[in-house]
């Protein structure tokens, strides 16, 4: 044997001998590890959405003049609390006064318009049965008579609107709530059209969320489920309930809104995080989010035996949170499931339970 090749041989064997005793030290020396034992109970799967606190229908109102007006009175600052029948506004519509003195003078018209007409109808009526009058004058006479009711409705009608955008001068508060918004003051003039807004009133404790939800999840969404409200910079309020599911879904981002109730006390257009709880098993084996470990699409769970050894079990997942994951299969309630030491832990090795 050459010398160049006995030295092959020889850096062989050392490398051999190396190999083997770093296998010896992977599997025999004890690793320290923190363990929890597997427990029965109750898990919920979420549904996460994001959305911004706003009143719900019936407790937000936008006030506007009724008209081209002048603010004559608004004693109600931003955050001040109101009751029902507190003055809101009070607008100074010269305009619109006429314009009711006018519809009313013309519904009185039409009113004297349909009883002459009447009366002319009546007349002829009975001279036709006499043999006096001409079927031609009783007809012409009945055209008459349709003519002024009709005109009295029509009259009736507009006296009422005209009426009522006047009474719209005095405005008086609906329900309880808060003047979440005032863009006016009084002597200013204002058009009366939507985007010119004078005061905003809301409800304080009539509160909901709308977040959008990807039409997937739908399905999982039940009315009345808890779903739980996470606002930035502050103690978590109390839980919502889901509210309502929708009758439409957006085709242009394939989510559709559902309604969840929110406690008093969150400020109309604080931005919230939702979970929302969608599927729930009960008597289920639960472990630590920390003792699952994941390789590509497999999961697994090392288990302390009674040996004071590390086994590798397979498992089947269930539902999933961030605290714990429910297993369908492959652990027991009871077992002690590594939750700290396990990365890169080979199967079977000798482990040294910590507190």
Do not use: Y
């Given at each position: 044997m050459s010398r160049r090749a006995l030295v092959l041989?020889?850096?062989t064997a050392l490398l051999a001998c190396h190999k083997k005793a770093a296998e010896e030290v992977a599997t025999e020396e004890a690793v320290d590890v923190e363990v929890e034992a597997a427990h029965t109970g109750t898990i919920r799967a979420l549904i996460t959405a994001t959305g911004t606190v706003a009143p719900a229908p019936g407790a937000d109102w936008t006030i506007t003049a009724p008209g081209p007006a002048r603010i004559a009175e608004m004693p109600k600052a931003e955050g001040d609390r109101v009751r029902p029948g507190d003055l809101l506004v009070r607008f100074d519509a010269p305009t619109l006064d006429a314009d009711a003195a006018a519809r009313a003078a013309e519904?009185?018209?039409?009113?004297a318009n349909l009883e002459?007409?009447?009366k002319n109808h009546t007349r002829l009526s009975l001279l036709l049965e006499k043999g006096i009058a001409a079927r031609k004058e009783v007809e012409d006479a009945r055209k008459e008579l349709l003519d002024a009711e009709a005109a009295l409705r029509g009259a009736t009608s507009?006296?009422?609107?005209?009426?009522?955008l006047a009474g719209r001068a005095v405005v008086r508060a609906r329900f309880s709530g808060v003047i979440a918004k005032r863009t006016h003051n009084p002597g200013d003039t204002v058009d009366g059209a939507a985007g010119d807004p004078v005061l905003r009133v809301i409800d304080p404790s009539r509160l909901q969320v709308s977040v959008s939800v990807p039409v997937g999840d739908l399905g999982r969404i039940v009315v009345g489920r808890p779903a739980r409200l996470v606002v930035s910079g502050g103690a978590p309020p109390p839980d919502g309930?889901?509210?309502s599911l929708p009758a439409a879904v957006d085709p242009a981002t394939g989510t559709a809104t559902v309604r969840i109730s929110a406690p008093p006390g969150l400020a109309a257009g604080t931005p919230v995080q939702v979970e929302i709880v969608a599927e729930e098993h009960t008597g289920v084996v639960l472990?630590?989010?920390?003792?699952?470990?994941?390789?590509?699409d497999k999961a697994a769970v090392f288990v302390v035996g009674a040996d004071g050894k590390a086994h590798r079990h397979a498992v089947t997942l269930g539902i999933e949170t961030a605290e714990e994951v429910e297993i369908e299969t492959g652990v027991a309630a009871g077992e002690k499931v590594i939750v700290k030491g396990h990365e890169e832990l080979p199967d079977g090795a000798t482990v040294t339970v910590g507190e």
């Amino acid at each position: 044997m050459s010398r160049r090749a006995l030295v092959l041989l020889m850096a062989t064997a050392l490398l051999a001998c190396h190999k083997k005793a770093a296998e010896e030290v992977a599997t025999e020396e004890a690793v320290d590890v923190e363990v929890e034992a597997a427990h029965t109970g109750t898990i919920r799967a979420l549904i996460t959405a994001t959305g911004t606190v706003a009143p719900a229908p019936g407790a937000d109102w936008t006030i506007t003049a009724p008209g081209p007006a002048r603010i004559a009175e608004m004693p109600k600052a931003e955050g001040d609390r109101v009751r029902p029948g507190d003055l809101l506004v009070r607008f100074d519509a010269p305009t619109l006064d006429a314009d009711a003195a006018a519809r009313a003078a013309e519904l009185g018209q039409a009113r004297a318009n349909l009883e002459n007409a009447r009366k002319n109808h009546t007349r002829l009526s009975l001279l036709l049965e006499k043999g006096i009058a001409a079927r031609k004058e009783v007809e012409d006479a009945r055209k008459e008579l349709l003519d002024a009711e009709a005109a009295l409705r029509g009259a009736t009608s507009a006296a009422s609107n005209a009426g009522e955008l006047a009474g719209r001068a005095v405005v008086r508060a609906r329900f309880s709530g808060v003047i979440a918004k005032r863009t006016h003051n009084p002597g200013d003039t204002v058009d009366g059209a939507a985007g010119d807004p004078v005061l905003r009133v809301i409800d304080p404790s009539r509160l909901q969320v709308s977040v959008s939800v990807p039409v997937g999840d739908l399905g999982r969404i039940v009315v009345g489920r808890p779903a739980r409200l996470v606002v930035s910079g502050g103690a978590p309020p109390p839980d919502g309930r889901v509210l309502s599911l929708p009758a439409a879904v957006d085709p242009a981002t394939g989510t559709a809104t559902v309604r969840i109730s929110a406690p008093p006390g969150l400020a109309a257009g604080t931005p919230v995080q939702v979970e929302i709880v969608a599927e729930e098993h009960t008597g289920v084996v639960l472990v630590p989010a920390a003792a699952v470990v994941r390789e590509d699409d497999k999961a697994a769970v090392f288990v302390v035996g009674a040996d004071g050894k590390a086994h590798r079990h397979a498992v089947t997942l269930g539902i999933e949170t961030a605290e714990e994951v429910e297993i369908e299969t492959g652990v027991a309630a009871g077992e002690k499931v590594i939750v700290k030491g396990h990365e890169e832990l080979p199967d079977g090795a000798t482990v040294t339970v910590g507190e």
